[in-house]
């Protein structure tokens, strides 16, 4: 019977698995176990999530990441920090600069006793153009004296505008008539005269004047500036 060689021969087959005699298998236990070779050379495409300390410039010379930053950064400000100019801070011992608010002391028309004397004068014919010439200051002459400056409106339907301010006067000069009111000349840098007739309340505008304008301009006054009739 063939049944009896196939058992015998099922049982020579199996009986290495358990005594290790079997000359296949004692020859494949017997091979060296493959370790990894070492590679002098560097990947050519290195993994991105590898970390480097260095780099190696073209001549040879190592340089760190932390150089490179520095030098990437180099004239921006600090890492981090916003871009820009920063604002200069002022210190808490200095106060902002403010200027004064400006002060008007008169604005308005010549005063009034110019019509007095041309008023009286129209019964005359000569006295009709005196008396049409000061109605017409009246209506179209401005004066606006300020700490600052002084304006002058003038002209047919006043769209003429003149104006001085109190740095430019190198000379001052008034004249008072008899009601009260006066006249004054100003002086400036570039040889103009800037003039005004008839101011009211003369005595209170010269003084606010004198205030305005240098010391040097003062004292010339004080020498001389006022003209008696």
């Keep these: ?119 009286l004068s129209i019964l005359t014919v000569i006295g009709i153009i005196p008396a049409i010439a000061s109605y017409s200051r009246q209506a179209w002459v401005r004066y606006k004296i300020t700490s600052r400056r002084i304006r002058v409106t003038s002209g047919f339907g006043g769209r003429d505008m003149s104006e001085i301010v109190y740095p430019d006067v190198v000379e001052f000069r008034s004249v008072k008539r008899l009601l009260g009111d006066g006249d004054f000349v100003l002086f400036l840098k570039d040889g103009a005269k800037f003039e005004m007739r008839n101011v009211p309340k003369y005595e209170d505008t010269k003084g606010f004047i004198l205030g305005q304008v240098s010391e040097e301009v003062k004292k010339l006054y004080e020498s001389g500036g006022e003209i008696q009739r």
């Design 1 to 119: 019977m063939q049944l009896p060689k196939v058992l015998l021969a099922f049982a020579f087959c199996a009986t290495p698995l358990t005594t290790g005699f079997s000359p296949l298998f004692s020859s494949l236990s017997k091979l060296p176990t493959p370790t990894p070779r070492a590679s002098a050379e560097s990947p050519r495409f290195p993994s991105p999530f590898l970390a480097s300390t260095s780099l190696r410039l073209a001549s040879g010379e190592d340089i760190s990441l932390e150089d490179v930053e520095s030098l990437s950064f180099k004239g921006k400000g600090k890492v981090g920090s916003k871009r820009g100019k920063s604002k200069p801070t002022s210190s808490a011992g200095q106060s902002p600069v403010t200027l004064a608010p400006e002060e008007v002391f008169y604005e308005g028309p010549p005063a009034i006793t110019e019509t007095l004397i041309p008023t």
